[in-house]
């Protein structure tokens, strides 16, 4: 089955995504992992300023990145052109992890995690996820999601 | 006159390009330059692998950055869709500059320029630029430069 | 004469600061000069709170960057130990720049400026410098600055 | 037990570390993981050449990253000073691990793993670990190592 389109994006490997060894450089994957979760937002249609803070706007709810992790299969140089698919899974009503899978045209080249926690600003206590997140989590997973 | 399409490029600012202050931080324009003279050969039909070193290929040619500048006109806040054209102008028969401006919807945002010089490897001697460079800095002129 | 303390700094270049070419990836340059800037604050004994905007806190000066510029006179490779000399002069009662001079034991190896405009939140309008910038400019110039 | 001096780091956020949500960028813990690990060979006594390429140099054997992951405890802002303390351990003959811990001065605030494959060049085929790797995990480890 195809996946949703807002969960399937592309780009290329720049020359400042590498390092001296020819190759991208680690830490950039998880900057990729976050940017692609932007993108397939804003393709479904939630706009930057409901999730992500702007001067001057306060959000109730904020989404740190409490765990991440990467692994590496093959090195990606400069000018690759990579397919990245989203897989977001509701863990409870106040985290969301999302997982990526990192293709040149032939082979898997890297996967990707990132986990989220909701909470509330300013007393950092935890919350339930913000209604544009949770439509976002169910559309991806085509009501496979049980009632929480 | 609309430019070559090679020469305008969008691209949207994300949460990892911000800082505290909750806009752009500043170096990011610098890396976008680079990103975008980067798709700009790549849309034109030059392939990376052309101008950037990758593992195990040495060019004869590098174009290292010899100067930078950037102005910075408005704040950019996460989620700002941009438009970023590009003008390259050759200085003489072994360096090029690009020149970029910024602009959202309404404004212009910033400018910035970038400096590149063509050496010889290993010698770093200087030396005459790159066929595929030559033939992109030709048709963004449209026959605008002169007999050299 | 030796400058203040504050105004010399040593840094490494580092694995992530290099691209695919094997040296220094040249919008890093920039980021050096800005972590310079609030290093030299530090050591003249500025906290960060007091400059830069952290949660829950609004200053009432923001301090933009408007321009900035560089200048690569060599190669930087990973492990290269640099100095930074930095010279921060006041413009006029609102703004002021930073001068950094990049040198590995043997040469000058780079140069960069950053320029900087005080305004008021959240109107964005022009405003005077804040108290421990003029203090550092000030300090920094050795009495030179005639009374404002 | 006091760690060994080359295994407990300090460094400060800066502005550029944090992004509008007023705390660090998720992804720079991965680089602060990185510049730590480079920073304790350097204080170890091992020359950044002997184990990051540079150009013209090519090394018999890279050190690839295969995995890495990061907790977040708590959230850090601009001007924290955190100190870092490195746990190397050797996986087996041609792999190792670092595992981070990141403590402000009352606080766990973070914890980072990186994996490293060593690898002969050109083939990529995994090999043994390069000599001056293996004093450092011996010398980190007080001889608790048994003979390979």
Do not use: K
């Not at 897989?87 to 995690?113: C, I, K």
């Amino acid at each position: 089955m195809a996946p949703q389109p807002w969960l399937a994006l592309t780009r290329t490997v720049r020359f400042g995504d590498t390092d001296a060894a020819g190759v991208m450089h680690f830490p950039q994957l998880l900057r990729w992992c976050h940017e692609a979760y932007e993108e397939s937002l804003e393709c479904f249609g939630v706009a930057a300023a409901e999730v992500f803070p702007t001067p001057g706007s306060v959000l109730e709810v904020a989404l740190p990145i409490v765990h991440c992790s990467a692994d590496y299969f093959r090195p990606l140089v400069c000018g690759d052109a990579i397919t990245i698919r989203l897989e977001p899974v509701r863990l409870d009503l106040g985290s969301f992890e999302v997982r990526y899978s990192f293709t040149s045209p032939d082979h898997a080249v890297a996967q990707g995690l990132t986990r989220h926690l909701a909470i509330e600003n300013p007393s950092r206590r935890r919350c339930g996820l913000p209604t544009a997140i949770n439509r976002w989590l169910e559309a991806s997973n085509l009501g496979g999601i049980q009632p929480v």
